[in-house]
């Protein structure tokens, strides 16, 4: 059985940094791309940074220049570090798996509170 483990979320200052990790547990093939979504209370989840298995990223433009998604293929895990965070970058991040087969593998959320 695959599972998703997140890390590395929790409170920062404005302008501060942290570091998500996704450990995907179990074996996980095919994989067509790896990412992180984010959703805010009372909005609709949205895609934060996409990895392709040939490291082509995409980004929302609101994170584009302060947020960096890399990926470990021989660990299955997948990373992103959040640079000069914001008070908006608020919300509880989903890591999130997809793949040619077998469809879309979702981590539990790891909850993200900039504020200071």
């Known amino acids: 059985q695959v599972q998703l483990v997140e890390s590395g979320g929790g409170l920062v200052q404005p302008g501060g940094s942290l570091r998500l990790s996704c450990a995907a547990s179990?074996?996980?093939?095919?994989?067509?791309?790896m990412g992180w979504y984010r959703q805010a209370p009372g909005k609709q989840r949205e895609l934060v940074a996409g990895i392709t298995s040939s490291r082509r990223t995409n980004y929302a433009d609101s994170v584009k220049g302060r947020f960096t998604i890399s990926r470990d293929n021989a660990k299955n895990t997948v990373y992103l570090q959040m640079n000069s965070l914001k008070p908006e970058d608020t919300a509880v991040y989903y890591c999130?798996?997809?793949?040619?087969?077998?469809?879309?593998?979702w981590g539990q959320g790891t909850q993200v509170t900039v504020s200071s």
């Open positions: 999130n798996i997809e793949t040619w087969i077998k469809g879309d593998y």
């Open positions: 179990g074996s996980i093939f095919n994989i067509a791309a």
